[in-house]
């Protein structure tokens, strides 16, 4: 029989470390004698036993007790050794059944990438619901991570671009299409596992997602999702068609980025989204085209920023949002063009800074806004303000 074994792993994927029996079951002896002693000592203290009689001889009664004290204690031992082999092989079980889990998903896990890797579209999209479905049933955290990071870095990929419906290159054209559902299913599966309450079966939420530098060049529905924890990069993405909803998400902890981001065709809506307790970041993004909505949106603790964005076409909806609390940075933005609107927005708390935002172009509305003049907008604009920024009359009375 071996005696010597190797490293064991935990179910949480760490080295299971063991004591050896000897020190176990010395540990627990030693335990048990001591909290056996405390016990009989605390008896004697309180039912106030001032001695113990030395002059009583020893009766067949009390010799009977005494063995059958005996064979209990004898059988508290024989228990207390199979707690602990039980103890052991449990944990040795869960350990083993652990590997075991671990080896068929990687299998599993090896057989999905090789299917992303297919020059069949139909192979791909089932290499895609086998990465998501091996991410619902990851055994630990960063088994599912890994799932989430191949199809994120899928979407990464370079792909190439439409040839157009000339009849000499429609079969490239239906090429295009089908890699392209490809791309957008798993847009669609995360939308779909961000909407699910933390925690439970098939959830994503708390996850990173990286989707640097991504083209969306179709419709993507993240209504209703929430971002609570980890980090969620679009930093340098592309939406340049279709329709991408964040209606009626929440962002309430980790980070969520669109640095860098275009917006240029399409319409993208972040409509009664809530941001109360993450860092939120448009910095650098432009919005050339398209439209973009926030309204009804609200900003009542996170820091949200989109200092040194461009707005130079389309159309951008602050409508009726609320900015209660926290930072909204607008510092070095440019307004130079498209229709910006800020339409009965409350600025009722936080900061929502403008210094050294830039106003050359287009329109920018603030009419209908309450609430005091946001930091540095004044100044930015001066007064009075160029053809096509309009504020409310109590501003401009405010004005120095």
Not at 176 to 203: C, E, M, N, Q, W
Not at 303 to 326: K, L, P
Request: with cysteine; net charge negative.
């Amino acid at each position: 029989m071996t005696t010597n074994r190797g490293p064991r792993t935990a179910p949480n994927g760490r080295e299971l470390h063991l004591w050896k029996v000897g020190w176990a079951l010395t540990v627990i002896f030693t335990a048990a004698t001591l909290a056996a002693g405390s016990v009989f000592y605390s008896l004697i203290a309180l039912l106030d036993f001032q001695e113990i009689d030395t002059t009583a001889k020893l009766d067949a009664k009390t010799l009977f007790d005494i063995v059958k004290l005996s064979f209990g204690v004898v059988a508290g031992a024989g228990a207390l050794v199979a707690l602990v082999v039980a103890y052991r092989r449990q944990r040795v079980d869960e350990a083993g059944a652990h590997r075991e889990t671990t080896r068929l998903h990687t299998e599993r896990f090896s057989q999905a990438v090789d299917k992303l890797g297919s020059d069949s579209p139909a192979v791909r999209l089932g290499g895609v619901h086998a990465l998501a479905g091996l991410a619902d049933d990851a055994p630990d955290d960063s088994l599912r991570q890994t799932c989430i990071d191949v199809l994120c870095a899928y979407l990464q990929l370079p792909f190439t671009p439409d040839p157009g419906t000339d009849p000499a290159d429609q079969e490239e054209h239906h090429r295009y299409l089908a890699f392209r559902k490809v791309r957008h299913t798993i847009l669609r599966l995360i939308g779909d596992h961000y909407r699910r309450p933390k925690g439970t079966h098939r959830s994503w939420q708390g996850c990173d997602l990286d989707l640097t530098g991504v083209t969306i060049d179709g419709d993507m529905d993240f209504s209703g999702a929430e971002f609570s924890g980890g980090t969620v990069s679009f930093d340098y993405a592309r939406f340049s068609g279709g329709v991408v909803s964040f209606d009626g998400s929440t962002f309430s902890d980790g980070d969520v980025s669109f640095v860098g981001a275009t917006f240029s065709g399409g319409a993208l809506f972040f409509g009664e989204v809530t941001f109360s307790g993450s860092h939120v970041s448009f910095s650098g993004a432009r919005f050339s085209d398209g439209t973009v909505s926030f309204s009804g949106a609200e900003f009542s603790g996170s820091i949200v920023s989109f200092g040194y964005a461009m707005f130079s076409g389309g159309t951008v909806f602050f409508g009726a949002a609320r900015f209660s609390g926290g930072v909204v940075s607008f510092d070095g933005a440019t307004f130079s063009g498209g229709d910006v609107s800020f339409h009965s927005v409350a600025f009722s708390g936080g900061v929502v800074p403008f210094d050294d935002a830039t106003f050359s172009d287009g329109d920018v509305s603030f009419d209908g806004a309450t609430g005091p003049v946001p930091r540095g907008l004044l100044a930015a604009v001066r007064t009075p303000p160029p053809a096509g920024v309009t504020f409310p009359s109590a501003w401009l009375l405010s004005a120095p």
